[in-house]
């Protein structure tokens, strides 16, 4: 098998030469994947892969390599598995914009129905990094909010938010935790979001993140930090959200100061 045979047409938005080098010698499940991205693309969203034994004489491989094709093209979102099912051609990835947009906003922009799934709702002491970036004494209570994100009904993310219990004392009395903390802090506490930072990094979930997300814990988990301020540069919270990375990509529109 030649790996020139499996070189897809030029595309801007993957790698060049789809990453194979010039001198040719690549890895034999690449040439696999590669030729099963094209596959992908023909067969249309939410087909099932044809069977594996099908596919492995197709490409004349062995089905130990296939299967390690098939493999990184779950990793990346491509091709999803479904429990006694099969192996099918996922959807779109979710993309999240990186701006003072909510989760909420952000996904209904797409035409998916967010919600939340409640895991805790409590008090807790701030410890070094809260007091530094919340701007309030070490120990002084803080409420932590963690919930499972849904897009359509599917676990797509974990959110743990943090906010001074002491700026907002009424808070757990005036917000339903299954819906929009940006919205109740807007149109009902007054809150103004002006400037927010943040942070992206990959991860690998926890045992338990994975275990409330639904996920391998061998998947790749986009992560984001993000600290909020208000119109006169207070900080209105911390927020740590993971998310999976074979379903959200992120997006940011960038302009010259």
């Known amino acids: 098998m030649h790996a020139s045979q499996y070189v897809p047409q030029y595309r801007a938005d993957g790698p060049v030469r789809a ?38 004489e197709r490409f004349s491989v062995s089905r130990v390599t296939l299967r ?9 979102g491509r091709l999803q598995r479904r429990q ?3 192996t ?9 914009p990186l701006s003072l947009l909510s989760y909420t906003e952000g996904m209904r922009r797409q035409g998916v129905e967010p919600t939340r799934s409640v895991i805790t709702v409590e008090h807790l002491p701030a410890d070094e990094v809260l007091s530094r970036d919340l701007r309030i004494g070490r120990g002084e209570p803080v409420v932590h909010l963690e919930r499972v994100l849904l897009a359509d009904d599917e676990r797509v993310g974990l959110e743990s938010t943090y906010l001074s219990a002491a700026r907002f004392p009424t808070l757990l009395e005036d917000f339903d935790p299954t819906t929009s903390l940006y919205a109740c802090l ?67 529109r960038l302009r010259s100061e």
Do not use: C
């Open 19 to 56: 990453g194979i080098p010039e001198h040719g010698r690549i890895p034999r499940y690449y040439a696999v994947k590669t030729e099963l991205l094209w596959l992908v693309e023909a067969l249309g969203e939410g087909v099932a892969l044809p069977p594996e034994r099908e596919l492995a």
């Open 186 to 252: 807007r149109d009902r506490l007054g809150v103004v979001f002006t400037e927010a930072e943040e942070r992206v990094e990959t991860v690998l979930a926890t045992p338990r993140e994975a275990l409330l997300i639904g996920t391998n814990p061998a998947l790749p988990m986009l992560l984001v930090h993000r600290v909020s301020h208000d119109d006169g540069g207070e900080p209105i919270e911390r927020v740590r959200s993971l998310y999976r990375g074979d379903r959200f990509s992120f997006v940011a």
């Open 68 to 76: 390690q094709a098939v493999g990184e093209l779950v990793l990346e």
């Open 84 to 86: 006694g099912s099969g």
């Open 88 to 96: 099918y051609v996922a959807p779109p990835k979710l993309v999240q």
